[in-house]
C-alpha cells in the first residue's frame, strides 16, 4: 500500500491516502526508520522500504501492513 511518511516537528506520521488515515508514528524498528516495522499509534504495524537514512520526508513508499498475535508481535504479512 502507499504511504506516505512526514514529520512535524519530533512527530513522524503515516499517511495511507487509500484509507484516508493519518497516524502517529509510536514506534521504529531501527532508529534510521528504513528497512523495519513501525508502529502506528491505531495498532497498524507497517513494514518500510530500506531506504538510505538521510532521504528527505515526506515520501510515498509502498509499504506492507503486518498481522500481529494478541502479543503485537508481528506474525506474517497480510497478502492484500
Not at 17 to 39: A, C, M, N, R, Y
Not at 43 to 48: I, K, R
Request: glycine content about 8%; charged content about 25%; hydrophobic content about 40%.
Amino acid at each position: 500500500m502507499k504511504v506516505t511518511i512526514r514529520r512535524s516537528g519530533s512527530v513522524l506520521s503515516a499517511y495511507v491516502p487509500k484509507k484516508d488515515l493519518e497516524e502517529p508514528i509510536i514506534q521504529v524498528e531501527h532508529e534510521s526508520l528504513w528497512g523495519g516495522f513501525v508502529v502506528l499509534r491505531n495498532g497498524w504495524w507497517l513494514q518500510l522500504p530500506d531506504l538510505p537514512k538521510d532521504t528527505c520526508l515526506p515520501v510515498t513508499v509502498e509499504a506492507k501492513k503486518l498481522m500481529t498475535d494478541g502479543a503485537g508481535i508481528a506474525v506474517q504479512r497480510e497478502t492484500s
